[in-house]
Antibody, heavy 120, light 107 residues
Framework: QLHLQESGPGLLKPSETLSLACTVS??????????WGWLRQTPGQGLTWIGA???????EYHPSLKSRVAISLDTFKNQFFLSLDAVTAADTAVYYC????????????WGPGIQVTVSS | DIEMTQSPSSLPASVGDSVTISCRAS??????LNWYQQKPWTAPRMLIS???KLQSGVPSRFRGFGSGTDFSLAITNLQPEDFATYFC?????????FGQGTTVDVK
């Protein structure tokens, strides 16, 4: 059973960079032909797909975030990462990491989520 | 972006009822439609992929159908653990997008 777990700071100030990690256990990223991605959820905006990166390097990002976001994989450490630059209060959300069969596919496995708040 | 519209937003029901949730896409998405269930303070869980494919462990009382722009999730013989919020998601075009959710709550 695959388990994903987000980690990172829960509180940032406006203009800072959000850096989150997702640690995968119960399976190896190196031998998995999967895609690894991030989503977020707010009460007002609902669920938003942020982006994903496949095992072979294909990457897709949400067009509204593309200029600020990057997803990277470290398959040797069984981790993947989200970087979101220049955060504002609008980036306050619960962030989830996920595994999909394809880079723009449905999220088959999810981490429990991490609350990130942007406030001065 | 493809807009996904769910109805109703709230669905009061009782144990044993049969309910249906609708999801409409702003353009044709073929069969690239998934359904998720979310309970309070937990992550969403994929129930159904590709319109009608039940994920492992999902009871057969859940059924998905539709194609093109109109889709539905039907739950028969509603069980206590089925009271939750349900989301549809299209994965036909980037960015994958979600409906706003339908909450099935106790009547």
């Amino acid at each position: 059973q695959l388990h994903l777990q987000e980690s990172g700071p829960g509180l940032l100030k406006p203009s800072e960079t959000l850096s989150l990690a997702c640690t995968v256990s119960g399976g190896s990223m190196r031998y998995s032909r999967s895609s690894w991605g991030w989503l977020r959820q707010t009460p007002g905006q609902g669920l938003t797909w942020i982006g994903a990166k496949s095992y072979d390097g294909l990457t897709e990002y949400h067009p509204s975030l593309k200029s600020r976001v990057a997803i990277s994989l470290d398959t040797f450490k069984n981790q993947f990462f989200l970087s979101l630059d220049a955060v504002t209060a609008a980036d306050t959300a619960v962030y989830y990491c996920s595994k999909s069969a394809e880079v723009n596919g449905g999220a088959e496995d999810w981490g429990p989520g991490i609350q990130v708040t942007v406030s001065s | 972006d493809i807009e996904m519209t769910q109805s109703p937003s709230s669905l009061p029901a009782s144990v044993g009822d049969s309910v249906t949730i609708s999801c409409r896409a702003s353009q044709s998405i073929g069969t690239n439609l998934n359904w998720y269930q979310q309970k309070p303070w937990t992550a969403p869980r994929m129930l159904i992929s590709s319109v009608s494919k039940l994920q492992s462990g999902v009871p057969s009382r859940f059924r998905g159908f539709g194609s093109g722009t109109d889709f539905s999730l039907a739950i028969t013989n509603l069980q206590p653990e089925d009271f939750a919020t349900y989301f549809c998601q299209q994965t036909d075009r980037v960015p994958p997008s979600f409906g706003q959710g339908t909450t099935v709550d106790v009547k």
